[in-house]
């Protein structure tokens, strides 16, 4: 069975940084392309970024220049740097996994809650 475990999660002031980790079980990690996705009260889940197998990565526009999300192959992990943090990045952020057959692994959520 698929794990995907997140951590990092807090409380931070705006202007503030976090850091994200998801550990990932199963052997397809390196296969799979992963991403992290928010989801902010009466509002849709949406795409923060991703990073596919090949290390090739993207943006939701409303954060680049601000969060990075790298993969480590050797843990199994994933990261999303977040850093210039604002109160609208506050929501639960969400670790996502996509195999190569585009099945889709989710973690329970880590919340984030940037203030004023």
């Known amino acids: 069975q698929v794990q995907l475990v997140e951590s990092g999660g807090g409380l931070v002031q705006a202007g503030g940084s976090l850091r994200l980790s998801c550990a990932a079980s199963g052997s397809d990690f390196v296969i799979s392309a992963m991403g992290w996705y928010r989801q902010a009260p009466g509002k849709q889940r949406e795409l923060v970024a991703r990073i596919s197998r090949g290390g090739v990565t993207n943006y939701a526009d409303s954060v680049k220049g601000r969060f990075s999300i790298s993969r480590d192959n050797d843990k199994n992990t994933v990261y999303l740097q977040m850093n210039s943090l604002k109160p609208e990045d506050t929501a639960v952020y969400y670790c996502?996994?996509?195999?190569?057959?585009?099945?889709?692994?989710w973690g329970q959520g880590t919340q984030v809650t940037v203030s004023s």
């Open positions: 996502n996994k996509r195999t190569p057959w585009s099945t889709d692994f």
